[in-house]
């Protein structure tokens, strides 16, 4: 009964000063530590010893399957080069540097240093999500991250069960080139076969809540099964190669419900379990410093140590993410622009080195035995407590101040407009051979698609204006229609308690309106995003077309078809060929369509004030 009252105070403790946070516009995971550090200093909050085992078998396999799972396998793919140079070559560098300044300032054996060096090397995954999707980082920065902070902690627990192993024998170069070898490759197979029998599985699972279910098992079954010890392989390696490869392949082997039911799943517990990590982090401070307090070591080489060592980590992340990215790297220029990533880039991407809980969970594995224990777990607690508060505090002001992008919701709603574009060609394609083999249609199903198809495009096109004075169609239906919800719901929960209805038929009913509620609150978000945009950043593949005719400036202000049939519009697009102007699909003439339906000219660019993309009618490309 104790353990499940402390396990509600701690929920609850989370929750509620995670609203505070985001009340007071600070990173939630640096005030749950700070309220765990002062939490764990009040006389009526009991002593908490965070275990290593509930951290590396109970909180880390979740933590990485959530992250992992909806990591894009094709962007990670796409950066494999310095994630892997960041998560295996970046922490055996700090290992390295770490264990030399802790063997000369506290005068403690090899192994013990490169352990405790071990303990602080990996980033932790759960910070630099928080920290880098919290202020917007560019993508590709927080892919190579989250790459790095998947794996790394492979290769930092393979070290540290190495140093320890050599306290008691000696080990060399070869046996800890086995042991890896090992652990990764045991890890990677066990991992790819227990996504082909989940994908197995789920090929013959329509119920989204055995779905679930079993989601919620495989994370727990691949670190379990890679650490067995006949395999002896790498249990986080594991959890993550099947989290890529079931997130990549949910698409196919999953249902819709299922999918959707397994995405809003794992995002509640990854949100509970990652605040929960860091107030548990801040609750360990009294009694480490309690122990430290009593050890031999004076204060002044303890303070050293710690303090030198949080420094090494920082310094020695930026000493290797420069000569990588300009010697090893050498990222590629992504589509649509002139040159690679700028230095910038890099400096960002080498200060978001926060450590987490499995640095202060490794910390835990040295047997309590070793001497001096307590001073290494300080030098853990205190990497961990400043990088997130030193890093984590002044990431943003180093993204302001180098002017680092974040990702442009105007940018992301010209592809999704694109997108949804090119796969409406495709459905097109598809109805039109329906058509062909079905001749008859006296309900005129085949218009209604269209025009369903039709009008969910022009939404998607609609998101992209930026005159807060026009109210689009888009918008007017989902004003209308958010009213008519409104009084449907209460006219159903009238039912309800009329108890007429059976409750399952009028759970079914609200469900249904919840979830188109749900869609239209979603849309109107994005379009409220967009408007804290002025301009639109050139995006999508280029075509021929697009090449051949570029941005020109236009002081169009009227749909000159329009005006002479007084009628309105929407939005003006202008022919880059003729020059001609016409209103958007969105408008009810859709006179920029209709003229290149007459003169065939391909390329049209937006005419409306601070955009500047452009679209393509032949290869439904935009630029």
């Not at 078998?57 to 933590?63: E, K, M, N, T, Y």
């Not at 909806?70 to 994630?83: E, K």
């Not at 001073?375 to 505090?393: E, K, R, W």
Request: some cysteine.
């Amino acid at each position: 009964m104790e353990i499940a009252a402390s396990l509600v105070i701690l929920a609850v403790v989370v929750l509620t000063f995670t609203a505070v946070a985001d009340k007071l516009d600070v990173p939630a995971p640096l005030f749950l530590i700070v309220v765990g550090v002062v939490a764990s200093y009040l006389p009526f909050v009991p002593e908490v010893h965070l275990d290593h085992d509930v951290v590396l078998f109970g909180l880390l396999p979740p933590l990485l399957y959530a992250t992992a799972v909806q990591t894009s396998l094709v962007d990670f793919n796409a950066n494999r080069r310095p994630i892997l140079l960041l998560s295996v070559g970046l922490v055996a560098f700090t290992t390295l540097g770490v264990g030399v300044l802790v063997h000369s300032v506290i005068d403690v054996s090899w192994p013990i240093a490169l352990a405790i060096g071990a303990v602080v090397a990996p980033p932790d995954a759960v910070a630099a999500t928080a920290v880098g999707r919290r202020i917007g980082l560019p993508r590709r920065i927080v892919t190579i991250l989250e790459g790095e902070s998947l794996l790394n902690d492979a290769t930092a627990l393979v070290a540290l069960r190495t140093a320890l192993a050599a306290t008691a024998v000696g080990v060399d170069a070869l046996h800890v080139t086995e042991d890896f070898v090992r652990a990764a490759g045991g890890g990677a197979l066990v991992g790819f076969l227990v996504f082909l029998l989940v994908a197995w599985v789920r090929k013959a699972v329509t119920d989204p809540i055995l779905d679930t279910g079993i989601s919620l098992v495989v994370p727990f079954a691949a670190y379990v099964a890679a650490e067995y010890r006949l395999i002896h392989g790498s249990g986080v390696i594991a959890v993550v190669v099947a989290g890529l490869l079931l997130g990549h392949k949910a698409p196919i082997i999953q249902t819709a419900q299922s999918r959707i039911a397994e995405r809003m799943n794992w995002r509640t517990i990854a949100f509970v379990l990652e605040n929960a990590v860091f107030l548990l982090i801040g609750l360990q401070a009294s009694w480490i410093l309690d122990d430290v307090a009593q050890s031999d070591i004076p204060a002044s080489r303890i303070a050293l140590a710690c303090i030198g060592t949080l420094v090494a980590v920082i310094v020695l992340r930026l000493v290797w993410v420069f000569p990588a990215r300009y010697l090893l790297v050498r990222p590629r220029p992504e589509a649509g622009q002139p040159q690679g990533p700028p230095w910038t880039f890099t400096f960002i991407l080498g200060w978001a080195g926060m450590r987490g809980v499995v640095t202060l969970a490794a910390a835990f594995v040295i047997p309590e035995r070793t001497p001096d224990r307590e001073v290494l777990l300080l030098i853990a607690f205190t990497v961990v407590a400043g990088t997130l508060f030193i890093q984590g505090m002044s990431l943003p002001w180093f993204a302001r101040r180098l002017e680092v992008p974040a990702p442009d919701p105007a940018e992301d709603a010209l592809a999704r407009a694109t997108v949804l574009q090119q796969a409406s060609k495709a459905a097109y394609h598809e109805l039109a051979a329906l058509e062909q083999l079905e001749v008859d249609d006296p309900y005129g199903v085949m218009a209604l698609i269209k025009q369903r198809i039709e009008q969910r495009n022009f939404a998607a096109w609609e998101r992209l204006g930026t005159n807060p004075d026009i109210e689009t169609p888009s918008e007017m239906y989902a004003r209308v229609r958010m009213l008519m919800i409104d009084a449907e719901r209460r006219r159903v929960l009238q039912i309800r308690d009329s108890g007429q209805v059976a409750a399952d038929v009028i759970a079914e009913v609200l469900t249904l309106l919840d979830i188109e509620e749900s869609m239209i609150d979603r849309a109107s978000q994005q379009r409220e995003e967009l408007r804290t945009f002025s301009r639109i950043r050139q995006t999508g593949e280029g075509c021929p077309d697009l090449d051949a005719y570029p941005v020109v400036e236009t002081d169009a202000t009227e749909c000159p078809a329009c005006v002479a049939k007084g009628d309105i519009w929407i939005s003006l697009r202008q022919c880059l060929i003729c020059g001609n102007v016409g209103c958007c699909d969105s408008s009810p003439n859709r006179h920029a369509t209709a003229h290149f339906q007459e003169s065939a000219h391909p390329v049209m660019q937006s005419a409306e004030p601070d955009e500047d993309w452009r679209w393509c009618y032949v290869h439904h490309k935009t630029a």
